[in-house]
């Protein structure tokens, strides 16, 4: 029996935005309508992928990794995760939850290091063999909100250590992206307290299983 193909649904943001606290509601979210879930992030998700983000995030390498060293490192993790982990449970009919994907890529290599969107495009089409998602919540707020937010949860990977104006250029790419693509993106204002960001995240999840349900029905 084929099952259906499943839907690949990503958390986008700049740091401290609040991923990893709502993708826990998402994903019960999920679970509560009967679907099967697999939660993974990026650069991670598999085990080649998992060592990779090692480097990336090393705060020792900071100011060592040149800017296309980074892009390609970040797309050697994608390659192999969309490989190994993403499109083989899409093609069981399973539902992906991703912590990040490409547009982190167009943000963070693009918006903050400058790196041309052509490229990462290119890489985009071989590399992460063109996937994209289906629904991305972009968490948005403002930098300085979040940087606040993890502050003084442990020391700072090496992005992390990048300076505020860094951030300021992701989130303008973020924002951009959005703005170019209404119809995958929903922006969520992740300045707003905890309940309010789930208020809105599980609106913008709930719309998009109706519309999914009544594609499957029509
Ligand atoms: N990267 C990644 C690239 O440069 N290119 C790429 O292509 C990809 C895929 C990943 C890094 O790699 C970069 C981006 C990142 O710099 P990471 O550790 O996964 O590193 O970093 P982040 O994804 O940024 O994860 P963070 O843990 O930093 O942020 P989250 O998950 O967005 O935030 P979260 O949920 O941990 O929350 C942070 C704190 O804020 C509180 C939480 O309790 C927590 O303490 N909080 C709130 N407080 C008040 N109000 C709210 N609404 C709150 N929501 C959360």
Redesign the pocket.
């Known amino acids: 029996m084929n099952a259906a193909r499943g839907k690949f649904i990503t ?1 986008e ?11 826990n509601a998402v994903r019960e979210l999920l679970a509560a309508h009967g679907l099967d879930v697999v939660v993974t ?3 991670g998700g598999t085990t080649a992928g998992e060592a990779i ?1 090692g480097v ?2 090393d705060p020792t390498l900071h100011g060592r990794i040149a800017p296309e060293t ?1 892009l390609l490192l ?1 797309f050697a ?2 390659a192999q995760h969309v490989r190994e982990t993403i499109v083989p449970a899409l093609a069981a009919g399973r539902w992906v939850l991703g ?4 547009d ?2 167009y ?3 693009g918006g ?1 290091r400058g790196q041309p969107d052509e490229r990462i495009a290119e890489l985009e089409r071989w590399a992460a063999a063109g996937l994209q998602p289906d629904l991305t919540l972009l ?1 948005d707020l403002p930098v300085g909100v ?1 940087l606040e ?2 502050r003084g ?1 442990g020391p700072a ?1 090496r ?2 250590l990048e300076a505020h104006e860094f951030f300021e250029r992701v989130r303008a790419a973020y924002r951009a992206r959005a703005a170019a693509q209404p119809a995958r993106f929903r922006v969520i204002d ?5 309940d ?2 789930l208020t809105q995240v599980r609106a913008a999840v709930t719309d998009f299983l109706a519309v999914n349900a009544a594609r499957g029905a029509a």
């Open positions: 958390l943001g700049g740091e401290g935005a609040g991923k990893s606290t709502v993708l992030r990026e650069p983000r990336l995030l980074e970040m993790a994608r912590d990040r994907f490409t982190a890529s943000a963070y290599q903050g968490l979040g937010r993890v949860r990977d992005i992390e992740a300045s707003r307290s905890l309010e960001v």
